[in-house]
């Protein structure tokens, strides 16, 4: 008797171009696949170790060979959005989860901003009203922000971004005692 594979094994074994390889799991979302796609492009491999990208072998982790913040904890998503069963939103709210914070962050201050936070959308998608609250409240501390429809846009927000120079530091920190 042969063992049955799930249809993720099965377009893992059947490589990149299997017509099995569509999005990563059935209840995910576009938004979903191409936040997957812009972190595949930003580090050097997935989380697994092994090639199962969803963009092209050459691209992945291109991003860190550009930037190596992008292969760091610096540059990160922030589980915040998803459709969860009502238990889990519940132990996800007493943690602090909260609406409207963006889905991605580079905690790196480039060209006099603290930081960088991206919104995915699909494509045609607005933000909702907690996010232009957010939004809004977080530029006015400093921030920049950018919402994006694709990996590519995405990508080249980052990109942008990261052109900007370095913001200095107006006390270099070299330990906690500093403080």
């Known amino acids: 008797m042969t063992a049955r594979m799930s249809r993720k094994e099965l377009a893992v074994a059947l490589g990149p171009n299997s017509p099995l390889r569509g999005r990563t799991s059935r209840n995910a979302s576009p938004e979903h696949d ?15 170790g092994h090639p199962n990208y969803k963009i092209s072998y050459e691209l992945a982790g291109a991003g860190a060979r550009l930037h190596p913040v992008l292969g760091t904890s610096l540059f990160h998503a922030v589980p915040n959005g998803g459709k969860r069963g009502k238990l889990t939103a519940w132990k996800l709210q007493l943690e602090g989860v909260t609406p409207g914070v963006f889905d991605i962050a580079l905690d790196m201050a480039c060209g006099g901003y603290f930081g960088f ?30 919402v994006c429809h694709s990996w590519e846009e995405a990508r080249d927000a980052l ?21």
């Open 117 to 146: 936070k991206l919104e995915m959308k699909v494509k045609g998608g607005r933000l909702s009203a907690a996010q232009r609250d957010y939004d809004i409240w977080v530029r006015m501390r400093g921030y920049c922000t950018a």
């Open 34 to 48: 191409e936040q997957v796609k812009l972190f595949e492009w930003a580090r050097p491999r997935d989380v697994f």
């Open 159 to 179: 990109l942008e971004y990261l052109a900007l120079p370095p913001t200095e530091a107006l006390r270099p920190f070299t330990s906690l005692k500093d403080f």
